[in-house]
């Protein structure tokens, strides 16, 4: 049986119970064997304190721990230039070869830009693309979007993961945690509990670094 692999990118900054809990229900209903999370390189621009990309994937790797089928990548950060989810998927083809089922993961707000990304329609020759539905979730997408799935849309794993690449899935997760990364900035550079917020290793990786705390 041909591998299942995800790729799930994200700022990560912070990551958060949010990200994870997806990142555990996105590998179990896809049945993955190995779900990529990738810290992008740039978050958007904002205002000190700015916590490095090195230290996001070490967060990252904190929040992950052993988490089964769960790997910090951190192949983004080691790229020249800019870095595009294109890149790291075509990457992603070449280790894991030609049959294994390949997917990469987004949420709806990225997915209804997804047009405008670079060389967006290389992704189906690349891999799947899965969308995290949110509540209220609707189907009015922008018409160039629209264009760039054609028919692609397929509305089960299993009709999914019957080719290697092409599909676009729309994904209700059980438990969709309404975490802001932004929210969690915060509380910290307001010295307030982040408790249950975030995995324990990252709350203390933070506390004890100084991270996102406003500094004198």
């Given at each position: 049986m041909s591998q299942r692999i995800g790729m799930f990118g994200g700022t990560f900054d912070p990551v958060h119970n949010g990200h994870l809990r997806s990142a555990?229900?996105?590998?179990?209903?896809?049945g993955l064997e190995v779900l990529h999370m990738v810290p992008a390189p740039q978050p958007?621009?904002?205002g000190v304190p700015q916590v490095s990309p090195q230290q996001r994937l070490a967060l990252?790797?904190?929040?992950?721990?052993d988490t089964p089928g769960l790997l910090a990548d951190g192949r983004e950060l080691r790229r020249a230039g800019p870095s595009y989810s294109v890149d790291t998927l075509a990457e992603l083809r070449a280790v894991y070869g030609s049959s294994a089922r390949l997917v990469m993961v987004i949420g709806m707000d990225a997915f209804l830009r997804l047009h405008?990304?670079?060389r967006a329609e290389r992704l189906w020759a690349l891999g799947h693309v899965v969308v995290i539905a949110r509540p209220g979730y609707n189907n009015d997408w922008p018409a160039p979007l629209k264009e760039l799935v054609g028919n692609r849309e397929v509305y089960s794993v299993e009709a999914m993961m019957q080719q290697a690449q092409g599909h676009l899935l729309v994904l209700a997760l059980p438990s969709l945690m309404a975490i802001?990364?932004?929210?969690?900035r915060q509380r910290l550079q307001a010295g307030e509990s982040v408790r249950y917020l975030l995995p324990q290793a990252v709350e203390s990786t933070i506390l004890q670094q100084g991270w996102y705390q406003t500094s004198e």
């Open positions: 555990l229900e996105v590998r179990d209903a896809l958007p621009l904002r990252l790797e904190a929040g992950i721990a405008q990304w670079d802001s990364a932004t929210y969690i």
